[in-house]
């Protein structure tokens, strides 16, 4: 037996393969955010949240991010 790289057709396999791999990647980045949506839409977790103070975090954040911005343009 060859290796693959004799085996004539070995290109389309390693694209074949490529694909797939490609296409479980992208499925489950798909499937951890919708985990992730399911989590965040419980109201027990948005309690929770609440109470940590999450929901300013963006808030907070953003003079940092224009000031951030600012000093890259210059």
Known sequence: MGTLE????SEIQKKASLDTDTLYFLGG???CVFGAGLVLSNRVVKQYLAKAGVGNLMQDTMPDLERY??????
């Open 6 to 9: 004799t085996i004539p057709g």
């Open 29 to 31: 980045v798909a499937l």
């Open 69 to 74: 911005l600012r000093i890259r343009a210059m």
